[in-house]
């Protein structure tokens, strides 16, 4: 069986939306297919604490690329309009991050993942398919700016993808 493959993927959405509205959005998961396309499925596994912490979220993800990525994600930190992280395990493992910053006229939100993948085909195919699974995953961040946008009835001022 291939070793895993570890990818590292940085996007930066700045909306034209003030931060507690940005955060509310991002911060309730449990919307987020009523908004970003991408999300076929969020189901709350477990609660977690007052603050959301030790909450399971399992997300089911559809990208441009003909397949499924099926997730858990354990909230690790909540600090609101600031930071919120959790841990990956599933399809894929490692971490995710959201940043929150409030800019003069609006919010910048930047997200960081990194992550291994665990399906065989996955790592049997990395040393080729790796700039699609890229394609793929910035494609899925660049419909969730222009979705959180249309959500908050805001413009996408500008998107960074790394």
């Known amino acids: 069986m291939p070793a895993m493959t570890e990818y590292?993927?940085?996007?930066?959405?700045?909306?034209?939306?003030?931060?507690?509205?940005?955060?509310?959005?991002i911060h309730d998961a449990r919307t987020w297919p009523e908004w970003w396309k991408n999300v076929e499925r969020t189901v709350e596994l477990s609660k977690g604490d007052r603050d959301g912490i030790g909450a399971v979220h399992?997300?089911?993800?559809?990208?441009?690329?003909?397949?499924?990525?099926?997730?858990?994600?354990?909230?690790?930190?909540?600090?609101?309009?600031?930071?919120?992280?959790?841990e990956a395990s599933g399809m894929v493992e490692g971490i995710?991050?959201?940043?929150?910053?409030?800019?003069?006229?609006?919010?910048?939100?930047?997200?960081?993942?990194?992550?291994?993948?665990?399906?065989?085909?996955?790592?049997?195919?990395?040393?080729l398919a790796r700039p699609l699974f890229r394609w793929n995953h910035d494609a899925i961040m660049h419909e969730g700016g222009l979705a959180l946008a249309r959500r908050l009835n805001a413009r996408l001022v500008s998107i960074e993808q790394r």
């Open 8 to 25: 590292r993927f940085s996007t930066i959405w700045c909306i034209d939306a003030p931060i507690d509205r940005v955060w509310n959005a």
């Open 58 to 86: 399992r997300y089911v993800w559809k990208g441009v690329l003909p397949y499924r990525v099926v997730l858990d994600m354990r909230v690790t930190r909540v600090e609101p309009m600031t930071t919120l992280e959790g």
């Open 96 to 127: 995710g991050r959201w940043h929150f910053t409030p800019l003069e006229s609006g919010t910048q939100v930047r997200y960081d993942w990194h992550v291994r993948t665990r399906r065989w085909w996955m790592n049997l195919l990395a040393p």
